[in-house]
Every structure is written in structure tokens, then in C-alpha cells.
């Protein structure tokens, strides 16, 4: 039991160490946001953020408890002085003296309690703005993996190209040694297998790349063997409504407008409190002090503090009668940055507007788009296949089957294209109504 313990111990991480990413295996989309939101500075930043604004509410909270405080004090005097008696004296004494005081702000214009409320909506806005800086994230993971995909299926296309090309470079080769296809066929031929290979080697690099992307997006500390799961997807028709019936989904659940509005009602609080300045302030104070004198007609310590033990309250009440206009100007003030406020909010609603009509436009061109591609990958698949065979009769010039290999490879790439575009701009446009981004 006592060796398990120790093994344990020594297997798991030290306390600080960060995890490191398992890179064995491929990562699921999901996996990718997850660990993009425990790295991403941004998300980081805001978390921090939210934890302040949580500090600055419990302390307008307890603002409204007494303050209490204590104090003690030593002074020594020399020569002429005042004594314990309230008399002057000459000589060398000293003096101790002990306090406890509270005090408590028992009315100030209601300011309290709109500190409070504005901390309480501040701490609302920071939430929102890290579920917003979340949002980015995952939006911003989401297209990263989606173009990986798109990556990976055009690397596909060019190997299967390829694939066909080095048949072809084969079979005339064949013809040529029985003298039926000419060398400079045979030439051309492996010029077209030498450009496949070149775009295989160029779809490869943009898989890397999209890769790259992904990694540092997740801030994953190395990313070589990096990977992610391919997951079958189909393509379905989806009712995407109106920008406007989008945005009215959208707009009461998007963080970004949610923390714009807690940031326009903490602007009524603000002003509120720039108000109070207006109002009367009440305050009630109470305290316990005593003192020791060296020199007090010798009576002992304890005697002396026994008998100089004071207690006192009191109230105080502050009236504002002028204050060179600083009262109204912080009104104003106040007024005018909960206007300027209101015209954040309203850029912050224009904005998402405007996103979601892109979204929208996006998801309709890229359905048009996609179906479009499959009518012109199935005309461009016939038309090489038909070319393919009159090709290999010797009825088609290698140059017109080059110009249908051509086609149909650009009809294949238009099509992943068309399909991961209308995929991302759907789940797009229902993140935006309150769905998840899932594949």
C-alpha cells in the first residue's frame, strides 16, 4: 500500500505544473473549446476582471457597517508640561492613553445602496463580457476546425488525382513500348503526374498550416502531432428564417448586448449617486478612551485608568449649502456618459445586426453555392469520364483529357468548399438563436 502511495505521488503533476495536451490522439471539436477556454488570455483576462468587480461589490456591500477602530498612545514630555491634574507642572512624565471608537453613515442621500447596485450591475457586465470573450473563442475554434476539414478534403481530391494520373503515366507508358502512344505523349502525361504531385504537396502544406492555426489558437504549448477527429457530415436543409427573425432571437441572448445594458442601468445608479451630493449626510459616532500619567499624585496604573475612563456619542449632520457647482457639474457629468451609454448600446445592437446579416447572406449564397457544385462536380464527373474513355481508345488528345481532369478536380474543390461553408454559416446562424456550434 505504502509503494502505491509513493507511486502516485511521483506520477502526479507537481502542484503549478500545467497539464500538457494529449497529443496521442485526435481532438474533438468540443475538445478544442475546452481547452481553448482554460488557455486563451483573452477568456483569462476577463475571469480576472469578473473577480474584481466581485471585490469591489463586497466591498460596497459592507460599506454600510460601523467602522471600528482602535488606538494606543505613548508620548513623554520633558520640561514644563501638562500634567494628569490639567495643571502645569515642571519635570520630566509621560503620558499613555487608550481609545475605541465606531462610527456608522446612517443617511447619505440613498448613495450606499446605489454603490452597492452599481457594483452588483458592473459585476453582471464583467460576466457578460467573459461569456462574450467565450463566445469569440468558440466561434473562433469552430471556423479554425471547420477549415481543417475542408483542408483534409481537398488533400483528398489531389491524392486521388494523383492516383489517376500515375495510371494514366502507366498505361502509356505500356502503349509506348509497344508503339502506340507517342513519347512526347508519355512526356506530357508525366507533366500533368509532376503538377499532381505538386498540388498534393500544396494541399498537404495547407493542412499543415490550418493546423498551425488551430494550435495557436489554443495556445497548445507544442503542437507537433497535433490532430483533430473528422466527423462524418451531412449536409441538410435548414430553416435559417430572416435576419430580423434572427436578430430578435439573438438579440436578448447575446453577452455582448447584455453587458451594454447592465453598463446603461449602472449609468442611472451613477446618477443617482452624483445626486445624493444634493441631500443632507447623518452620521452617528461612539467611543471608550482613558490615559495614565506617570506623575498623576501617584495613584497606580490601573487606578488612573479607572479613573479617567471616558465615554462619548454623538451625531453629526452635514448640510451642502455651496460647493462651487461641483455637485451639479458631476450631475451632468453623470447625464452625459449614460447618453453616450445609450449610443454604445445602440453600436453594440447595430453590430450584431450587421453580423447576423452576413451570417444569414453567407448560409443563403452558400447553399446556392453548394448546390450549384453538386449539379457541376456530377456534369464535370461524367464529362472526364466520358473523356477518360475515348482517352484510353485513342479518340481524345491527351490535352482535352488534361482539360476535364482539370475540371473536375476544380468541380470536386468547389463543392468541399460550398459544403463546409453552408456547414459553418448554419451552425453559425444557430449560435446566434441560442444553439451550440457542433458539427
Request: hydrophobic share 40%; with cysteine; glycine share 6%.
Amino acid at each position: 500500500m505504502k509503494a502505491l502511495l509513493i507511486a502516485l505521488a511521483l506520477c502526479a503533476p507537481a502542484a503549478g505544473e500545467e497539464t500538457l495536451p494529449d497529443l496521442s490522439r485526435p481532438w474533438t471539436l468540443d475538445e478544442c473549446i475546452d481547452w481553448a477556454m482554460e488557455h486563451n488570455l483573452t477568456v483569462a483576462s476577463r475571469e480576472a476582471a469578473v473577480e474584481n468587480s466581485e471585490i469591489d461589490k463586497s466591498t460596497a456591500i459592507w460599506s454600510i457597517a460601523p467602522s471600528v477602530s482602535g488606538s494606543v498612545s505613548q508620548n513623554f514630555n520633558f520640561g514644563r508640561g501638562i500634567g494628569g491634574d490639567n495643571t502645569y507642572e515642571s519635570g520630566n512624565s509621560s503620558s499613555t492613553g487608550f481609545s475605541l471608537g465606531a462610527g456608522m453613515t446612517l443617511f447619505d442621500g440613498l448613495a450606499t445602496p446605489n454603490r452597492i447596485k452599481l457594483a452588483s450591475l458592473n459585476l453582471d457586465a464583467a460576466t457578460a463580457d467573459l461569456e462574450k470573450a467565450r463566445d469569440d473563442v468558440r466561434i473562433a475554434v469552430a471556423k479554425a476546425y471547420v477549415q481543417i476539414l475542408y483542408a483534409f478534403q481537398i488533400e483528398e481530391v489531389a491524392r486521388e488525382q494523383l492516383s489517376i494520373d500515375s495510371l494514366q503515366v502507366e498505361r502509356l507508358e505500356g502503349l509506348f513500348s509497344e508503339g502506340a502512344a507517342s513519347a512526347a505523349e508519355v512526356s506530357q502525361q508525366k507533366a500533368s503526374l509532376a503538377q499532381s504531385k505538386l498540388t498534393l504537396v500544396q494541399a498537404g502544406n495547407s493542412v499543415r498550416e490550418a493546423l498551425l492555426d488551430l494550435a495557436q489558437l489554443l495556445e497548445l504549448p507544442a503542437w507537433e502531432g497535433f490532430s483533430i477527429v473528422r466527423p462524418e457530415v451531412s449536409v441538410e436543409d435548414v430553416y435559417i428564417g430572416t435576419p430580423d427573425d434572427i436578430y430578435d432571437d439573438a438579440v436578448g441572448l447575446r453577452p455582448a448586448v447584455k453587458a451594454e445594458k447592465f453598463r446603461l442601468e449602472g449609468m442611472d445608479r451613477s446618477i443617482a449617486i452624483a445626486k445624493s451630493a444634493y441631500y443632507p449626510s447623518l452620521s452617528a459616532n461612539a467611543g471608550l478612551g482613558t490615559n495614565y500619567y506617570s506623575n498623576f499624585g501617584g495613584q497606580g496604573f490601573w487606578d488612573q485608568l479607572n479613573s479617567n475612563f471616558s465615554q462619548y456619542v454623538g451625531l453629526s449632520l452635514n448640510v451642502p449649502i455651496f460647493n462651487r457647482m461641483a455637485t451639479r457639474n458631476q450631475v451632468r457629468s453623470a447625464k452625459l456618459n449614460r447618453r453616450n451609454q445609450e449610443i454604445r448600446l445602440h453600436q453594440v445592437q447595430q453590430s450584431l445586426y450587421k453580423e447576423i446579416q452576413q451570417a444569414w447572406n453567407g448560409a443563403v449564397a452558400a447553399r446556392a453555392k453548394y448546390d450549384a457544385s453538386l449539379d457541376a462536380s456530377a456534369a464535370a464527373e461524367d464529362a472526364f469520364e466520358l473523356t477518360l474513355a475515348k482517352y484510353e481508345n485513342g479518340k481524345a488528345t491527351i490535352t482535352e483529357f488534361n482539360e476535364a481532369r482539370n475540371r473536375v478536380v476544380k468541380a470536386r474543390s468547389d463543392s468541399v468548399q460550398a459544403t463546409y461553408e453552408y456547414l459553418f454559416q448554419t451552425r453559425l446562424v444557430q449560435f446566434y438563436r441560442g444553439g451550440t456550434l457542433t458539427l
